[in-house]
């Protein structure tokens, strides 16, 4: 096996977006680095059945719907 050519794997901190948190190793950050989710099973249609509430982050949500608002003729 070659050396020095795997990422670095440790223990990082998970924040799902209700606040709940767990610790898992991962090749992200570095070591004691937290990681907060914005989508997690809690929140995603694929795990709620389709209800969700999309949020604007950074306005992109306001810029895509500014850019096709009456494309085809729908409102």
Request: glycine share 12%; hydrophobic share 25%.
């Amino acid at each position: 096996m070659k050396q020095d050519i795997h990422p670095d794997y440790h223990t990082i901190k998970v924040v799902m977006t209700d606040g709940t948190e767990y610790e898992t190793r991962s090749t992200y950050g570095k070591e004691g680095d937290t990681l907060r989710l914005d989508i997690d099973p809690t929140t995603h249609p694929a795990w709620t059945g389709g209800q969700q509430t999309l949020l604007d982050r950074g306005g992109r949500l306001s810029k895509f719907k500014n850019k096709f608002d009456g494309f085809l003729g729908s409102n």
